[in-house]
């Protein structure tokens, strides 16, 4: 069993930053890729990042590049998404999910544990 529990969503005005943490239960974390995605009200949920078991490789999808960074820190069993220069179409529940292999995969069908989500507003 591996649980994940995020942090670090908020309110923030646009252009402001955020960093969220997923902490993870469990000693095998760093053996797997980590997912973020996000769901905005009335939308289906989405992928935005991934990040493999080493943390060497990421991806990120075309609406957050070169805004967002994720990292993860295997000493501590805990990823990262840095989100900067947000704008009001990111407001969402932000997830992050543990992958079932050691990279990352842009469905949802590859994640088998998933955290709570936490809510990011982004005021205009």
């Known amino acids: 069993q591996v649980q994940l529990v995020e942090s670090g969503g908020g309110l923030v005005q646009a252009g402001g930053s955020l960093r969220l943490s997923c902490a993870a239960s469990?000693?095998?974390?760093?053996?797997?890729?980590v997912g973020w995605f996000r769901q905005a009200p009335g939308k289906e949920r989405e992928f935005v990042a991934g990040?493999?078991?080493?943390?060497?490789?990421?991806s990120y999808a075309n609406f957050v590049k070169g805004r967002f960074t994720t990292s993860r820190d295997n000493a501590k069993n805990t990823g990262y998404l840095q989100m900067n220069s947000l704008k009001p179409e990111d407001t969402a529940v932000y997830y992050c999910?543990?992958?079932?292999?050691?990279?990352?995969?842009?469905?949802?069908?590859?994640?088998?544990?998933w955290g709570q989500g936490t809510q990011v507003t982004v005021s205009s």
């Open positions: 999910a543990k992958s079932s292999g050691s990279s990352w995969y842009v469905s949802e069908h590859g994640y088998d544990y």
């Open positions: 469990g000693r095998t974390f760093g053996s797997y890729g």
């Open positions: 990040i493999n078991w080493t943390g060497s490789r990421t």
